[in-house]
């Protein structure tokens, strides 16, 4: 008599979906502040660069906090930093609300504080997500994994824009912080109940655990069962080899560069079009989703076609690679407006260039890939430090090339100009993409306690 084995149970696939969850509140709370902006300038009296200040506050707690949020993650667990992570970034967005019963100085830096809070709180997210597709996901099904979950920021926009729109209109500017943050909140406690390591999950089976493992999933970085408690990582020593690898400094230098097609996007993109573009207010606002849903369409499409790639028995650089270059060339396609004055066609060709930037956007698989079992979530950290540190940059020299110039034109070559670097570097530098090895030692056993 012989026993039919259970087929395999598909939980990765829910861990997935908590992952897309938990990424577009994400970035619809980045988004709160864009969206409640005019009514709280308005209301506290504020100047256009206080305001300036208070936008780029995320930006850099977000970049200085990557590092040790990565440490974080190694040190203690994807579970529990990520759960940390949910709740205070959320309980750090529902204070906001709580601004306009200050004012003045007083409004301003409690503005200012709590939006840095929340980019520091921020920080670990993205290395989480790249440190549980690592362990959750086969190398044939992680592109298709990184891709959805990096998608999720820019349904955020399509999903969450018009909902915040509407509480700003019907329920005051507070509304979108409390709403947004309460929402958060609530996620942070589906988190701690749905999430757990591929060997440490109640509802998996012993088929999908075979199949995951041997597919090239780390099932043992997540595990209970992994004494992270009774070792030391050197991180300095972790560090330094990290960034003396060609392969991924290429990786997190290129992610610079496509995060500057990002943050065009998310800050000047709606300027473009009321200045340069002559459109309303209004009509820029609805124009300005199209491209976020042609950058999602891609960002799906982009990880799907990786992954068939593998399939079909392509190496995992070519698989990786060929949907980076083609699709940062399309994207390179926005330097067309400058050529064209209708305004239909303008926003045909900025959506073609976010669907290429959303194909091109694999490097969170590739960061899966490559990052060490050691320091998974470091190499996640240095990967997203660079890739925000365009947050920063982005914005001041788009604004000072307008200032020398009084056009856009300037720098849609210089947003298109990136994401030529980044194909560089893919092409050039990144060489065989594949699991990095420290060539010293990083991690050191602990004695016991007695």
């Not at 309460?182 to 757990?196: A, D, E, F, Q, R």
């Not at 043992?220 to 050197?234: F, H, I, M, P, Q």
Request: with cysteine.
């Amino acid at each position: 008599m012989t026993t039919q084995q259970a087929p395999a149970t598909r939980v990765r696939w829910l861990i997935l979906a908590i992952l897309f969850a938990v990424t577009t509140i994400n970035y619809a709370d980045r988004a709160t502040i864009a969206i409640a902006g005019p009514e709280i300038k308005k209301l506290l009296g504020l100047s256009p660069v206080q305001m300036g200040f208070v936008f780029s506050a995320f930006a850099w707690s977000y970049v200085l906090a990557q590092l040790p949020g990565g440490w974080l993650l190694d040190r203690f667990g994807t579970k529990i930093t990520y759960f940390f992570s949910i709740f205070l970034w959320s309980l750090f967005t529902m204070l906001m609300g709580t601004v306009g019963f200050l004012t003045g100085a007083a409004a301003l830096t409690a503005l200012f504080c709590l939006r840095l809070a929340v980019g520091a709180a921020e920080a670990p997210s993205f290395p989480g997500n790249s440190r549980l597709a690592s362990s959750w996901f086969p190398t044939a099904e992680r592109g298709t994994a990184a891709a959805i979950f990096n998608s999720a920021q820019y349904f955020a926009t399509v999903l969450f824009g018009p909902l915040m729109g509407w509480l700003v209109h019907s329920y005051g500017w507070q509304s979108v912080f409390y709403v947004m943050g309460g929402l958060g909140i609530v996620m942070s406690m589906i988190w701690m109940k749905m999430v757990y390591g591929p060997k440490d999950h109640p509802r998996i089976n012993a088929a999908e655990l075979a199949y995951i493992d041997a597919g090239g999933a780390l099932i043992d970085l997540e595990s209970k069962d992994k004494a992270v408690a009774t070792t030391k990582l050197d991180t300095g020593s972790a560090i330094r080899q990290l960034l003396g690898n060609r392969m991924l400094l290429g990786v997190y230098i290129g992610q610079y560069c496509i995060n500057t097609l990002t943050y065009f996007f998310l800050t000047w993109f709606p300027v473009y079009l009321v200045t340069e573009r002559h459109m309303t207010i209004l009509k820029a606002g609805f124009v300005a989703a199209l491209p976020a849903v042609a950058g999602f369409l891609g960002g799906v499409l982009g990880g799907v076609i990786s992954d068939r790639l593998i399939k079909r028995g392509f190496s995992l650089s070519v698989a990786r690679k060929t949907p980076i270059v083609c699709g940062l060339l399309l994207a390179m396609s926005m330097i067309i407006c400058n050529y064209v004055e209708t305004d239909w066609l303008v926003i045909t060709v900025m959506s073609l260039a976010f669907f290429g930037k959303g194909v091109g956007a694999l490097g969170w698989a590739v960061v899966a890939d490559t990052s060490p079992k050691e320091a998974g979530g470091l190499s996640g950290a240095l990967f997203n430090t660079f890739g925000n540190t365009a947050g920063i940059t982005t914005p001041i020299v788009i604004g000072y090339i307008l200032q020398e110039t009084g056009s856009f034109a300037g720098a849609l070559v210089f947003v298109g100009a990136n994401a030529a670097v980044a194909i560089l570097c893919y092409v050039l530098m990144v060489g065989e993409i594949k699991r990095f090895e420290f060539k010293t030692p990083v991690v050191t056993k602990l004695p016991l306690a007695a």
